[in-house]
């Protein structure tokens, strides 16, 4: 097979390895078990029960779930507006106690009837570092209205585009730093108050808001904002357990998430998301298809390996041999003058190959049985196609099997292929039936 073949063989390789990638990637995110019964849709009615808004949130222990305060409490709902869950099982609306609110850091607890068969989400406390993948669960209204499903949470996927970092709460002057998380998992309005998670499936904090432009008029004035693209932020997952503790509900706390799941708790080492992986392997094969580039170039500046040289037939009137006895006629016509002289034993052809032309052949002379792809074809029983190949560098001769099926012989001793062996006068050369003895190098 030549070089080019090859290269296109192992191109292909590499563009179906790396098509092949996203489905890897995909199969990282967490596994919705994890989190499907643990995140809930939030209703704020009115008395009369009219729905007058909707949000996410999930629950950290049997009876105490966190959301936004602004789902639960904001200027277009009535005080004390009545709260209620629904489940992902679809059971009717759970109605909950709003046991404690903060404007400030937009988070509230809320506190449900306790059930035996609920799930909860792990707090992680452990600081994710820059460019982890994380994903964003919630009930957005737009997915509902899209689908008509309403107990089917939505989840996004971006990365953590910040480590944690201090800011003013959601941009209100003077009333202190929030800890908070910028990321690009995708968040809209019903899916705030849900948790940002990990591929481990641990909550890294509350999804709470999306950046904004402003819009400026021709004169530089501040009209107006709009949303801004793969900007979102959620409040890190430790301001959330400082008010859990507060209140002294119970949670579980994770470590960081590693390659091969969940840590102990307390590790403080991140391990690489699908994204980062993703770029690894990409990596890997890059310098795999490197390597392999440098071999195949390599081997494929070996004479004659894969670009015979081109045929001189006044230089070498044996290469149309079609018979033992017509090829040994010719060859003995030609022993004259300098060359590296195999002489044939019993039906062998006597073979020769002129100095000259072996040191302006950079690939060498081969030899074998199919004239397409030799130099020199002889019809020698047990010869392969392209069985050996005859060559000179810095003034030596040297033989190389070409692996062939029955081998190349020098001195009784089997070369190994494409291992250059340097000939010397009176070797003896076996290949296929063909018996040769070095009687002449120059």
Not at 245 to 267: F, H, I
Not at 380 to 390: A, D, M, Q
Request: proline fraction near 6%; glycine fraction near 12%; hydrophobic fraction near 40%.
């Amino acid at each position: 097979m030549d070089v080019s073949r090859r290269c296109f063989l192992a191109s292909r390789l590499f563009c179906l390895a790396v098509a092949a990638f996203p489905a890897f990637v995909a199969a990282s995110a967490p596994d919705s078990s994890t989190y499907d019964r643990a995140v809930v849709r939030v209703v704020a009615q009115s008395a009369a029960g009219e729905i007058l808004g909707t949000g996410s949130g999930f629950f950290v222990d049997d009876r105490h779930l966190v959301t936004n305060q602004h789902v639960v409490a904001n200027a277009n709902l009535p005080p004390s507006p009545p709260i209620s869950i629904v489940l992902a099982d679809g059971r009717d609306w759970l109605p909950v106690t709003v046991r404690w609110t903060d404007e400030e850091l937009d988070l509230a607890v809320l506190e449900a009837p306790p059930d035996q068969d609920r799930s909860s989400l792990p707090l992680r406390i452990a600081e994710p570092g820059r460019g982890v993948d994380v994903y964003a669960v919630g009930f957005p209204g737009s997915a509902d209205r899209a689908s008509g499903d309403i107990l089917q949470s939505t989840l996004t996927d971006g990365i953590l585009s910040k480590p944690p970092f201090f800011e003013a709460r959601w941009g209100v002057p003077s009333t202190g730093l929030a800890r908070v998380l910028q990321h690009t998992a995708a968040i809209s309005p019903g899916s705030r108050g849900g948790p940002l998670l990990d591929a481990c499936g641990n909550a890294l904090g509350v999804n709470t808001s999306g950046g904004l432009s402003e819009v400026h008029d021709a004169s530089g004035n501040v009209i107006g904002a709009t949303a801004a693209q793969g900007i979102f932020f959620a409040l890190d997952a430790s301001e959330v357990a400082l008010a859990l503790d507060r209140l002294g509900v119970q949670y579980a706390e994770a470590g960081a998430c590693g390659a091969e799941g969940q840590l102990p708790s307390g590790a403080s080492a991140t391990a690489p998301g699908a994204s980062t992986r993703y770029l690894w392997l990409l990596g890997l094969l890059a310098g795999l298809a490197v390597v392999g580039a440098l071999l195949l170039y390599r081997r494929s500046r070996r004479p004659g390996v894969d670009a015979p040289a081109s045929r001189d037939p006044a230089s070498s009137p044996e290469s149309d041999a079609v018979s033992p006895g017509a090829a040994r006629a010719r060859s003995h016509s030609t022993v004259r003058g300098s060359g590296v002289r195999l002489t044939g034993r019993g039906d062998t052809p006597h073979l020769k190959v002129r100095i000259a032309e072996l040191r302006r052949a950079a690939h060498g002379h081969s030899f074998g049985r199919l004239p397409d792809l030799v130099d020199h074809a002889l019809a020698v029983e047990g010869l392969s196609r392209r069985h050996f190949r005859i060559s000179m560098d810095r003034g030596r001769t040297f033989l190389e099997d070409l692996n062939s099926t029955n081998g190349t012989f020098v001195n009784g001793e089997r070369l190994v292929p494409y291992r250059a062996r340097q000939l010397r006068g009176g070797d003896e050369i076996a290949a296929g039936e063909g018996r040769w003895r070095v009687a002449g190098l120059e």
